[in-house]
């Protein structure tokens, strides 16, 4: 089995940092959301990738290539993002006739992920949301089998949401109806076609797909969703302090995470708080925020905040939401 993982989106809804970094590789939990989709993946078993690349894709490219060394790994360009669809028809050649699990770039969730590739059925994840409208959407008969996929529907007639996770096993059925849908575009999307509208097509043509529900459901594409996510993470994780670090007269309030090289003096961080490599905090009290490397925060108090990486701060705040290269004083 061959995981592919759709990672060419612009990520517009995490601006300004998705600006200089690709939303997979924003940092979350001391991990970056792309991490924590591969790990899971790896660890189930799973050791041939497919990464759909277009924007900021040299940073995706280079990043798998020095963090997994040891995967076997295929990246494939989406020069024009055309929806999921087309992303995934891109991998055809490549996944010549295998069976797939797609996870889409952005979905993080709790499952059994060796139970779900162990199923000798397609399966599609599925979790009950209040709102399914902006959605795809599963209709779920009794017993788990769908009887109907639709993308975004204006009258939804369930609230299970399709989460992004697609374990496929006839993929050339797959591929056949990508073809087919991207010649019939939606009124309402004429310039992209979805993966949902395919698999609907398999559904017609006399495939089966059984839901299966997630745990949790992870939403990281906005500044509050990620924040919040970052510390329902952290608490799952559990703190994750390196080794290499100086604290002097500072106060660490679990759950945190703090990368390789932090200087902290004077400080009192926590909890919920994820800190990237060699950032320098003094005499700043920072809470339920995310940090990117090698940052300088001097005398700010900082709650529900999301910092980019090379940033300098120094003043006072409560709130800010910072991309990479920023130097700020307040006060």
Request: net charge negative.
């Given at each position: 089995m061959k995981a592919i993982i759709p990672v060419a989106g612009a990520g517009t809804r995490l601006r300004p940092h998705t600006y200089t970094q690709p939303k997979a590789l924003i940092p979350l939990a001391g991990k970056t959301i792309l991490s924590i989709i591969v790990d899971q993946l790896q660890d189930a078993g799973i050791t041939e990738f497919i990464f759909i690349i277009g924007y900021l894709g040299s940073k995706i490219r280079d990043y798998v290539k020095e963090k997994y060394p040891h995967l076997q790994v295929h990246f494939v360009e989406q020069n024009e993002r055309q929806g999921t669809g087309h992303a995934i028809s891109l991998t055809k050649d490549i996944v010549n006739g295998d069976e797939v699990f797609i996870v889409l770039g952005d979905t993080i969730c709790e499952y059994d992920v060796r139970e779900v590739l162990s199923s000798p059925h397609s399966l599609l994840g599925v979790k009950r949301v209040d709102d399914p409208r902006d959605f795809g959407v599963a209709e779920v008969e009794e017993g788990g089998l769908i009887s109907q996929v639709v993308e975004k529907p204006?009258?939804?007639?369930?609230?299970?949401?399709?989460?992004?996770?697609?374990?496929?096993?006839?993929?050339?059925?797959?591929?056949?109806?990508?073809?087919?849908?991207?010649?019939?575009?939606?009124?309402?999307?004429?310039?992209?076609?979805?993966?949902?509208?395919?698999?609907?097509?398999?559904?017609?043509?006399?495939?089966?797909?059984?839901?299966?529900?997630v745990q949790n459901w992870f939403d990281c594409g906005r500044k509050e969703t990620l924040l919040q996510s970052n510390a329902i993470l952290l608490k799952k994780f559990g703190s994750n302090i390196a080794s290499n670090h100086k604290f002097d007269n500072s106060i660490l309030i679990p759950p945190v995470s703090i990368a390789e090289g932090c200087d902290i003096r004077n400080s009192i961080?926590?909890?919920?708080?994820?800190?990237?490599?060699?950032?320098?905090?003094?005499?700043?009290?920072?809470?339920?925020?995310?940090?990117?490397?090698?940052?300088?925060?001097?005398?700010?108090?900082?709650?529900?905040?999301?910092i980019g990486s090379d940033a300098s701060i120094k003043g006072e705040s409560r709130s800010l939401n910072i991309g990479d290269n920023t130097e700020i004083a307040l006060g």
């Amino acid at each position: 089995m061959k995981a592919i993982i759709p990672v060419a989106g612009a990520g517009t809804r995490l601006r300004p940092h998705t600006y200089t970094q690709p939303k997979a590789l924003i940092p979350l939990a001391g991990k970056t959301i792309l991490s924590i989709i591969v790990d899971q993946l790896q660890d189930a078993g799973i050791t041939e990738f497919i990464f759909i690349i277009g924007y900021l894709g040299s940073k995706i490219r280079d990043y798998v290539k020095e963090k997994y060394p040891h995967l076997q790994v295929h990246f494939v360009e989406q020069n024009e993002r055309q929806g999921t669809g087309h992303a995934i028809s891109l991998t055809k050649d490549i996944v010549n006739g295998d069976e797939v699990f797609i996870v889409l770039g952005d979905t993080i969730c709790e499952y059994d992920v060796r139970e779900v590739l162990s199923s000798p059925h397609s399966l599609l994840g599925v979790k009950r949301v209040d709102d399914p409208r902006d959605f795809g959407v599963a209709e779920v008969e009794e017993g788990g089998l769908i009887s109907q996929v639709v993308e975004k529907p204006q009258i939804p007639k369930s609230n299970m949401a399709l989460v992004g996770l697609y374990k496929i096993r006839e993929t050339n059925v797959m591929f056949d109806c990508l073809s087919t849908v991207s010649h019939q575009p939606h009124p309402s999307r004429p310039y992209d076609f979805n993966l949902t509208d395919a698999l609907e097509c398999m559904i017609r043509g006399g495939c089966t797909f059984h839901a299966f529900k997630v745990q949790n459901w992870f939403d990281c594409g906005r500044k509050e969703t990620l924040l919040q996510s970052n510390a329902i993470l952290l608490k799952k994780f559990g703190s994750n302090i390196a080794s290499n670090h100086k604290f002097d007269n500072s106060i660490l309030i679990p759950p945190v995470s703090i990368a390789e090289g932090c200087d902290i003096r004077n400080s009192i961080v926590g909890p919920n708080v994820a800190i990237g490599d060699g950032t320098v905090i003094t005499s700043s009290i920072i809470r339920d925020s995310i940090i990117g490397a090698y940052s300088n925060l001097t005398e700010i108090v900082l709650t529900e905040s999301l910092i980019g990486s090379d940033a300098s701060i120094k003043g006072e705040s409560r709130s800010l939401n910072i991309g990479d290269n920023t130097e700020i004083a307040l006060g």
